[in-house]
């Protein structure tokens, strides 16, 4: 798969690897940061080519503001756009309490982007039953086939993302 890195701010971004044939891809940052990103495919909406958007920090090193990290992160999800028919789902994760960051810090890089009015970015959030602010967003193509379907679904099931993710 060949990562398209022309639809972001600029074109300086980080050599990747494709792990294994699969959906996955690794690179390493000029700060040491070792990142694996990938997409799962996820029966969340209950809709076919949804996928749910990984990124992991392998070695749990501290990441300065990179506008390579940027740049090489929008790179993989637009390569990942070329199918039309794909959605993602991003749900941040929890553990350390820096969710709201994250999904604000991941919303503005998206946003920001000269492409992004060929996407619907839907947005949530909700408190789970222990008290926990979970975040989760869908984006997919303003082309895509099952758009409707995939707005009406994940408007519908909001709620759905209130239990606490394992």
Request: charged share 20%; hydrophobic share 35%; glycine share 4%.
């Amino acid at each position: 798969m060949v990562i398209d890195h022309s639809k972001g701010s600029n074109n300086n971004s980080y050599p990747i690897s494709l792990i294994d044939r699969s959906n996955f891809f690794q690179f390493t940052t000029d700060y040491g940061v070792i990142y694996r990103v990938g997409f799962l495919p996820s029966d969340l909406l209950g809709i076919e080519n949804v996928y749910e958007f990984i990124i992991a920090n392998l070695n749990n090193r501290k990441s300065p503001n990179d506008p390579k990290l940027r740049q090489t992160i929008l790179g993989i999800i637009y390569t990942f756009f070329k199918q039309p028919n794909h959605a993602m789902l991003y749900l941040c994760e929890t553990g350390d309490e820096k969710q709201s960051q994250r999904s604000r810090l991941f919303e503005s890089w998206f946003k920001s982007s000269p492409y992004q009015k060929d996407f619907v970015y839907l947005s949530a959030h909700a408190t789970d039953e222990d008290g926990v602010m979970n975040y989760i967003a869908v984006i997919a193509r303003t082309d895509n086939p099952n758009l409707q379907q995939i707005e009406t679904t994940f408007n519908k099931n909001v709620e759905l993302f209130q239990e606490k993710p394992e």
